[in-house]
């Protein structure tokens, strides 16, 4: 395969890790954090740290990385996840430029300048079967009694906490689920570019997730997939119009968000079951349309 | 039942609640009438652990209440929000089954979710549809019967009556008999006095966070100046 169209594809691959713990978290859970490049920050330096300085295989950094990422979410959690709607977004964003800048200034991990010569161990297959890996879990969580009581977090707090559900247990493990797939992401990113460095993991970087999980549609496995097939291979389609090109990103996801406002497929999922579901609802509403005119016309007769 | 003991909450410099006491007998139905503002609605969350009181007791049946909602739900309270608060992105059947969160008795999870169909013949019929396609009527029906499936003891409800066309109004007040005798424990926060108190055996009135009056439904229905305020009366209202 071309290694050009390999490389978009490890690239959509890593970014799908880290959209779809996203995806736990704002589009089930309803938690926006525009932090999340700190996880993944922290997941390639814990991985770099796993390959490089103790020489440990791929799959021990991978581990690694998403069990340190998950770890710090807990910290984080324990501090932040109390904190309602807007306050807990604003601190999450100083958590991604606080990790951001703590690796900026230490010296032993490179750095502002980076660390370099990691080991080259990403391939189109590990990433894919990662990325598989991932996707059955993550749907199952959603599907599970916990994917439910999520979504109950999500829609209407004060009322899962009258039913008895711990909101702060689901928005921790939703907290958890997101930062350990991110560090994951992040490990996949370090070991595919074999260089790091604390400005991949910036805010822009926070906010591209987060774009592509509401563009994909909140509440939806399979929009986040969506969108992130799209939004990482829209700037490449339109690599040909070099400068221009961002602008074309950034045009496509306001006219997708002015038309479609709950996202692409926001709170369905591209399933048998679920396609059956949406087709079966439009002829319902069609059928009402129609009953409605055929009693209009009735009526002016 | 339910024992509150000079009871004082305040949201920031409010005083919303300053010394209420008041209690519930086990099958009783007990309502609280007062005004927009009077603390009806704080009284409540307070009970159900939301928020913080600065001074006072709760207790239920013997237990101190304290400010674990997950707690409290367990002990037996469980409480129909204002405003319903369904998921509105969840089926109805998941709506309910939300409310046995705590539960791990599949067998009388099921029971109890076949009784609340019995009492909601509608939401059988929904079971399967999106709670927020639900007209109000039904979204009051379904925050009830989510409450229910807790298996609490004493249910608290705010407002069930808000917003809803009259018919539905006293089909509501209907349905808070019928859940009294699958034995249960009411308490009824209602801007609607006049149906609260007929459905009612005790009444408390309360005004800007305190206890002015109590008693029996059938005489706070009687009584002149809560005629006058809430039940509207011709009699001219007593200076604020």
Redesign the interface.
Known sequence: MDAYIQGIIILTGINLLAVLGLSVLTGFTGLFSFGHAGFMAIGAYVGAIFSSKLGLPFAAAIVAAAAGAGAVSVLIGRLTLKLKGDYFCIATLGFGEAIRLILNNWKWAGGARGWDNLPASVTIWNVLIVDAIAVVLVWNLLNSRHGRNMVAVREEELAAQMAGVNVFRYKMIALFVSAALAGMAGAFMGHYMTYITPKLFNMVKSTDLTIIVIFGGLGSVSGSILGTLLLTALPEIFRAFSQWRLVFYGLAVIVIMVGRPQGLIGGMELTPAGIRKIAAERRAKSALAAAAKAAEQGGEE | MLNVRELHVSYGGIRALRGVSLEVNEGEIVTIIGANGAGKSTLLNTI?G?LKPAKGELEFKGHKLGRQ??KI??LGI??V?EGR??????TVR?NL???A??RTDRKAIAADLEKVYALFPRLKERERQLAGTLSGGEQQML?MG??L??DGQLVLMDEPSLGLAPLLVKTVFEIIVEIRKLGKTILLVEQNAFKALEVADRAYVLEQGKVVKSGRACDIAQDPAVRAAYLGSKSVAGGM
């Open positions: 159900s939301f909602p997950a739900v367990q469980c409480h929000p608060l369904v998921f509105t992105n969840l998941d089954l939300l409310g969160y705590l925050a989510r409450a499936m807790t």
